[in-house]
Antibody, heavy 121, light 106 residues
Framework: EVQLVEWGGGLVQPGRSLRLSCAAS????????MHWVRQAPGKGLEWVSG????????GYADSVKGRFTISRDNAKSSLYLQMNSLRPEDTAFYYC??????????????WGQGTLVTVSS | IVLTQSPATLSLSPGERATLSCRAS??????LAWYQQKPGQAPRLLIS???YRATGIPARFSGSGSGTDFTLTISSLEPEDFAVYYC?????????FGGGTKVEIK
């Protein structure tokens, strides 16, 4: 069974940084692209960032480009999101999502339960 | 690529047929998926590549369309189907979602 468990969310002041992590199990992590998708409370889904199986390609939404950095450690079956210069509009649940193959243009066939990031002074 | 879903809200009774629409700002070929999200839960993949049901998804869910116009049909609504539905394209980065359609009990 695929399991994705995120952690690292919390309350942070505007301009500060936060690092999210996602631990994956139940599948061959190295074979699949991975993504972060967020959802502001009561709002729709927004793709944030994605990374191919071998970290050969990274993608970002315009809203986070230059501030967020995605990375992965295949040896640890883990995905990360370094979030810098956080803004109130970054407040959301952040989901770790598994891509349906190794390249980056994916559908998301498994999701974690999400971790809440609140950016407020 | 902008995805526009309609209607925003669909009020129906159990047993009725639901028809949800997703329109893309440019051709996607068949690179479109549908997700279901219930309150307090993560989204769940229902349909990929416009018409292929994901593992474990009941046959009452079906997808159709190609190019710019896509449809998700729920043939006969069960109580557990009342939720929000999103479409998503994987034609190119940035990956994008539609704004969602809420299927509520009438």
């Amino acid at each position: 069974e695929v399991q994705l468990v995120e952690w690292g969310g919390g309350l942070v002041q505007p301009g500060r940084s936060l690092r999210l992590s996602c631990a994956a199990s139940g599948f061959i992590f190295d074979n699949y692209a991975m993504h972060w998708v967020r959802q502001a409370p009561g709002k729709g889904l927004e793709w944030v960032s994605g990374i191919t199986w071998n970290s050969g390609a990274l993608g970002y939404a315009d809203s986070v480009k230059g501030r967020f950095t995605i990375s992965r450690d295949n040896a640890k079956s883990s995905l990360y999101l370094q979030m810098n210069s956080l803004r109130p509009e970054d407040t959301a649940f952040y989901y770790c999502a598994k891509g349906d193959y190794g390249g980056g243009e994916n559908f998301f066939d498994s999701w974690g339960q999400g971790t809440l990031v609140t950016v407020s002074s | 690529i902008v995805l526009t879903q309609s209607p925003a809200t669909l009020s129906l009774s159990p047993g009725e047929r639901a028809t949800l629409s997703c329109r893309a700002s440019q051709s996607l070929s068949s690179y479109l998926a549908w997700y279901q999200q219930k309150p307090g839960q993560a989204p769940r993949l229902l349909i990929s590549d416009a018409s292929y049901r994901a593992t474990g998804i009941p046959a009452r869910f079906s997808g159709s369309g190609s190019g710019t116009d896509f449809t998700l049909t729920i043939s006969s609504l069960e109580p557990e189907d009342f939720a929000v539905y999103y479409c998503q394209q994987r034609s190119n980065w940035p990956l994008t979602f539609g704004g969602g359609t809420k299927v509520e009990i009438k």
